[in-house]
């Protein structure tokens, strides 16, 4: 550990003596935009390695944990005092990894049998999962121990082999690592057009990325055309053995029955991208979701067309399907279900008792009715920003809207009403923020953060840095509530309680339509927040004249 500054350390007797965090940080560090609270634990954490070091382990839990009275504050103030006058031991090969790593990459080691410093540095930090490898990794060059950057085996990027798999053992690649064979790059494709396109692309993988860069890289809407892109590109080398710049209508009209019946090769659980079990299907696809993918590529292909790298569209030669219009507007919460949801999720933060369970209790608590007041899709949730909130000033108090990029890249705006922000607030105080000034939090900080924190390498150790919950994350987050809710109300109210149960998230979004038209909220309202291109499409949220009708109809059993 590197000595503390004297602004660090000023902090550090601050926070020993019952300071709080926020004061701390803007007192002696102006400008200091960052978490103060994870800004003092990097170098708590540090102090309490060193403590070990120096053979105090029992001082380590007095930097950990803030001591309630005088007594222990002055007894934990000694000890700093004592320790940054002692001279810190260099790392050496034989020193245990405890005396040096964070506790969660110490366990990391220990389950793979890595004991001391000497077997992470013979190569042995190659055994840890890929993020934890990468940090030990910069750790040991940091202190000199690895004087050659290398790569874990983890992180190698396996080259593309022959698109001439074995039968029946097909080799499947996401988009990035794909790298197709010279006779069926499409170079050469039977349905390019002549002449030289009007895109900077000589081969059909170099078009679709030329179409897919059309959308910001994180955004949904390149995430799923890629992944239809990605999945037609695939089928067409794997199973065709064709360019994709060769195909013709047949082959297309054959895709839309392989999306019906995927081989169970092409299918497997979510994984990441970067991993060799990663499959680009979870099953067959339903005819909603074909439908879906032959919109999705019929606009990639027409839209080559028009740069002249192909000559025709082949999925426009396809018989037309016409499927019925369709929104599942019955998957909403009726009003009991809700107001039940959310007497569930306030039992839960009032018996939470530690501060873990109270972080989770109170962001799921956030979580709802956020979902529920805005009606965002699940991705929209989960890339929410602080920075995306705007404030205007108005006679009757401040309005906060929240900038959202939907489908489409379209941008709109959502009112957050002042209940939901006393909620965040407040959830941002579990999080380590100021509530009086919860506005100074950097821009980047989501509304809804991981449990767990992010591990970075720093000049000074180790710190720790918020990420935002993943949609898949938050899904199954929504979920899980859902189910045990279900399950609670199902006690009482069998068929209400079962029907909890399968909510899911979008679920939130379908009951924001449904109850603000149901309170009179005007239809192009509501279609605004919700950020549908049309009206016809928010009016299948009405119900209450299906209601009404139903209800007179029945009159004529009497």
Known sequence: MQGLSHEDAAIVRGWLQGLSADVLVQTYLAGFEDNAEAYIRQRLDALALKAKRAGHPEWAGWFQTRQASEAGQAKALAAFERLTRLEDLPA??????????????????????????KDLIEGGWRRLPAHSAALVRDWLSTQGF????????????????????????????????????????????DNRAPGKPRIDADNDYAAIRAWLALWPADSPTFKAYRKEAERFLLWCL???GKAFSSVTAADCSNYRDFLKHVPAAWTGPVRPRSSPEWKPFRGPLSDRSIHQAEIVLSSLCRWLVGRRYLDSNPFEALPKRRLQARMRTDHALSEAQWQFVRDGSERWVKAARTPETRKKAVRLRFALKFAYLTGLRLSELAAATLGDIETVARPEGPQHWLRVTGKGGWLRKVPLPQGLMRDLTTYLETRGYSVAHPEAAP?????????????????????????????????????????????????????????????????????????????GVPLTVVRDNLGHASIQTTSLYVHKDSDERFMEVGKLVD
């Open 92 to 117: 050496e090969p034989d020193h245990p990894v405890d005396l040096w790593l964070p506790k969660s990459l110490a366990a990391a080691c220990r389950k793979q049998e890595l004991a001391y410093l």
């Open 238 to 240: 794997i199973e065709r």
């Open 443 to 519: 821009p980047e900080t989501p509304l809804l953060a991981s449990i767990r924190q992010k591990t970075l390498v720093t000049g000074t150790g180790f710190t720790q840095s918020e990420t935002p919950v993943s949609p898949l994350a938050l899904h199954h987050m929504f979920r899980d509530f859902f189910k045990q809710a279900g399950a609670k109300l199902a006690e009482t109210d069998p068929a209400a309680g079962k029907r909890l149960a399968e909510a899911t998230a979008h679920w939130l979004r379908h009951t924001h339509g449904s109850h603000a038209l149901d309170k």
């Open 146 to 189: 690895l004087t050659e950057p290398d790569v874990p085996e983890q992180e190698a990027v396996p080259s593309a082999p022959d698109c001439h798999p074995p039968a029946g053992v097909p080799f499947i690649l996401p988009l990035e690592r794909l790298g197709p064979p010279e006779a069926l790059d499409g170079s050469r494709g």
